[in-house]
């Protein structure tokens, strides 16, 4: 089955401690990207990624760092979370980029920042 | 003013209704236009995907562009408890651009 797989679904942690969502997809895409999910405000991407090793901002990316060392795989570091990075995250991925190409969504995870 | 902005609702209708939902934006170069649903505790997933103005028609889903007013509504005929869910609408302005989301409309459609 083609999905995009996240880890962990839930997680409550404190300030400060280090945390890495895991996102995977086995559909051999090419661009992958993060977005976080807050009411009002619509998703709003972090970063994203068009192949291996390229990386690059999204429209909200302080306090986040990813990594593509497989085209497969697609992390969300977050070295130092705050209570502002409350959120519900996502990991997206599509074929190609670009508008015309369905982006396939991971079912999120809910981050807790206290 | 946000880009890219969805009555949130909660919209209610019982089943069978015609639901219409609505996005407006403010970048007169959109010319993509796409809708995704979101089920509860899940990630949104592409339903409709349309180019410049005009009708589009899925089932029971119509998508309906008005670039004159900036203007965008996602008609559900004969609406079913299936498809309650919140409505994302998504713009680009060209087709190798990313979309932006709009906040999303909250549907529930009651037995």
């Known amino acids: 089955e083609a999905q995009v797989t996240q880890n962990p679904r839930y997680l409550i942690t404190v300030t400060g401690k280090k945390l890495t969502v895991t996102c995977s997809q086995n559909?051999?895409?090419?661009?992958m990207s993060w977005y976080r999910q807050d009411p009002g405000l619509g998703l709003r991407q972090i970063y994203y990624s068009m192949n291996v090793e390229v990386t690059d901002k999204g429209d909200v990316p302080e306090g986040y760092k990813v990594s593509r060392k497989e085209k497969r795989n697609f992390p969300l570091i977050l070295e130092s979370p705050s209570p502002n990075q409350t959120s519900l995250y996502f990991c997206?991925?599509?074929?190609?980029?670009?508008?015309?190409?369905?982006?396939?969504f991971g079912d999120g995870t809910r981050l807790s920042i206290l | 003013q946000k880009e890219v902005e969805q009555d949130p609702g909660p919209l209610s209708v019982p089943e069978g209704a015609i639901v219409s939902l609505n996005c407006t934006y403010s970048n007169s170069a959109f010319q993509y236009f796409m809708w995704y649903r979101q089920y509860s505790r899940k990630g949104p997933e592409l339903l409709m995907y349309?180019?410049?103005?005009g009708n589009k028609e899925d089932g029971r889903f119509t998508a309906q562009v008005d670039k004159s007013s900036k203007y965008i509504s996602l008609f559900i005929r004969d609406s079913q408890p299936s498809d309650s869910a919140t409505y994302l609408c998504?713009?680009?302005?060209?087709?190798?651009?990313?979309?932006?989301f709009g906040p999303g409309t909250s549907l529930s459609v009651i037995p």
């Open positions: 997206a991925s599509s074929l190609l980029e670009g508008a015309n190409q369905p982006q396939h």
């Open positions: 349309t180019y410049s103005s």
């Open positions: 998504a713009p680009a302005e060209t087709s190798y651009d990313k979309v932006i």
């Open positions: 559909m051999n895409h090419e661009y």
